[in-house]
């Protein structure tokens, strides 16, 4: 499975971006995918996640509100709408992908990973 992400840029706060990600594989309906990301020093976390038909999705706390989820599985791509950003938003976003699992969508589980893509949101 590759994974290409794209969608980053610079913004100021207040701004949104839509961060896309497109996944290799004709089974693309058959894989949970998220969105994790990792500021400088700091550890990767999780973002936001959406299961492989879609029913189900999950959020960290810094984003419910702000981030939006979806999939496109005809298409084969999996998106990430960020309203609002703040400069706490600013880090490498990575989009990743695992076999559908009844795991939590939350857990670092995903085997698959994309190259990332960096949001930096000025103030």
């Known amino acids: 499975v590759q994974l290409q992400a794209s969608g980053g840029g610079l913004v100021q706060a207040g701004s949104s971006l839509r961060l896309s990600c497109a996944h290799s594989?004709?089974?693309?309906?058959?894989?949970?995918m998220a969105w994790f990301r990792q500021a400088p020093g700091k550890n990767r976390e999780f973002v936001a996640a959406i299961s492989a038909r879609g029913g189900k999705t999950s959020y960290a706390d810094s984003a419910k509100g702000r981030f939006t989820i979806s999939r496109d599985n005809a298409n084969k791509t999996m998106n990430l709408q960020t309203n609002s950003l703040k400069p706490e938003d600013t880090a490498v976003y990575y989009c990743?992908?695992?076999?559908?699992?009844?795991?939590?969508?939350?857990?670092?589980?995903?085997?698959?990973w994309g190259q990332g893509t960096l949001v930096t949101v000025s103030s």
């Open positions: 594989r004709d089974t693309f309906s058959r894989y949970d």
């Open positions: 990743a992908a695992r076999v559908q699992s009844n795991i939590a969508l939350s857990i670092l589980t995903y085997k698959y």
